[in-house]
């Protein structure tokens, strides 16, 4: 699976946008981008995927740059409690192996 | 439906003992799997499973043992307890057939310390 890079931490208000960077500059065609996020220490949450288009669901939206190389995971209206360390993993559809790396640990503040 | 559980929460080790850490989902997912995750670290996989009485490695699978009699069950064993071990492991679960994306199901994670 490719491997993804990500900032190691970013700041974000309460009410605003979250805008959350990855690199994946050695995907392949049939590799999707996934997003998990871990609040505190609980499990990872899966939160969305995508191929190739751009993504919405009622967490977040994903946007996936048209070369696939990089893509932005974007909270809308940030709250308190989407405080958590998100995670860009990019895997085959089938493989049902998900290889975590840092992620981004993301504070959201008052 | 109770989801992704496991027990126990907690469990202190003493240096070469074993022991079983349970994991069971009630979803009917195909595809199950053992991740543990060390300080500041992400998840790394353990082993897998994609149906019941198939198993197979992943990342880091020293140390541990699995079997997989049940759809519902995926217990992981450590054969002999050391230092290294301590982390949290986290199973997960999902399907794996006929669907085009891999949304994994955690569970709540147990906390495994060996002194």
């Known amino acids: 699976d490719a491997k993804t890079t990500q900032p190691p931490s970013m700041d974000c208000a309460e009410g605003r946008a979250a805008n959350l960077p990855c690199n994946h500059s050695t995907i392949s065609g049939n590799e999707y981008v996934y997003w998990y996020r871990q609040i505190h220490s609980q499990g990872p949450q899966y939160i969305i995927h995508g191929l190739k288009n751009n993504e919405t669901n009622e967490m977040a939206s994903l946007i996936i740059t048209e070369d696939r190389k990089s893509s932005t995971l974007i909270l809308p209206h940030a709250t308190l409690r989407d405080t958590a360390v998100y995670y860009c993993?990019?895997?085959?559809?089938?493989?049902?192996?998900?290889?975590f790396g840092g992620g981004t640990r993301v504070l959201v503040k008052p | 439906n109770a989801g992704v559980t496991q027990t126990p929460k907690f469990q202190v080790l003493k240096t070469g003992q074993s022991m079983t850490l349970q994991c069971a989902q009630d979803m009917n997912h195909e595809y199950m799997s053992w991740y543990r995750q060390d300080p500041g670290m992400g998840l790394r996989l353990i082993h897998y499973?994609?149906?019941?009485?198939?198993?197979d490695q992943g990342e880091v699978p020293n140390g541990y043992n699995v079997s997989r009699s049940t759809t519902e069950d995926f217990p992981l064993r450590l054969l002999s307890a050391a230092p290294s071990q301590t982390s949290v492991y986290f199973c997960?679960?999902?399907?794996?057939?006929?669907?085009?994306?891999?949304?994994?199901?955690f569970g709540p994670g147990t906390r495994l310390t060996v002194l």
């Open positions: 993993i990019v895997s085959k559809a089938a493989g049902n192996k998900l290889t």
């Open positions: 997960a679960s999902s399907y794996s057939r006929g669907r085009p994306h891999n949304e994994q199901f």
């Open positions: 499973s994609v149906g019941a009485g198939i198993t």
